[in-house]
């Protein structure tokens, strides 16, 4: 065994990491270990996903409700948590869909890496880039 079983949840390891969560309930953080099972990025966030293009999706949870933004593998927030919803929870092809306003009524639209939005939130919903397109 690689990694003895000690985490609450687990996601598979992409990029060399893993999101693990530490705790049940709403007290459960997230945080990434590496292959050896070795902390990396402390548990400290609310929801975790798996690293693409070097960034990995987070959540946190505030006043505001649960946001969702983007971290490096040093745990750098590099795209502060601001969206409501982030789908299919990574970067592909250096683009994310993200929704901006209420998860029901707001519009999804993409950002780049360094959290510009290069297409305008104004689609009833999106999906990943792959091979160049988007449905939306």
């Known amino acids: 065994m690689a990694v003895n ?8 390891f992409s990029e060399e990491l893993a999101a693990v969560r530490v705790g049940g309930g709403d007290d459960g953080k ?6 050896q ?9 609310d929801g975790a996903g ?7 999706v987070i959540s946190v949870r505030g006043k505001d409700g649960t946001k969702w933004g983007f971290i490096d593998k040093q745990g750098k927030v590099v795209i ?5 919803s982030v789908w299919p929870w990574r ?9 901006v306003g209420d998860f029901e ?5 993409f950002i780049d890496k360094q959290g510009k939005v290069v297409i305008n939130p104004q ?10 397109l988007a449905k939306a």
């Open 91 to 99: 970067f592909q092809e250096g683009l994310a869909a993200v929704n």
């Open 37 to 45: 099972g070795k902390f990396v990025i402390n548990p400290q966030f």
């Open 80 to 84: 502060n948590p601001q969206f409501q």
């Open 105 to 109: 009524t707001g519009k999804w639209g």
């Open 50 to 56: 798996d690293f693409s293009d070097g960034l990995a």
């Open 123 to 132: 689609f009833d919903y999106s999906y990943a880039f792959s091979e160049g």
């Open 30 to 35: 997230w945080g990434y270990i590496d292959k």
């Open 5 to 12: 079983p000690q985490f609450a949840g687990a996601s598979d």
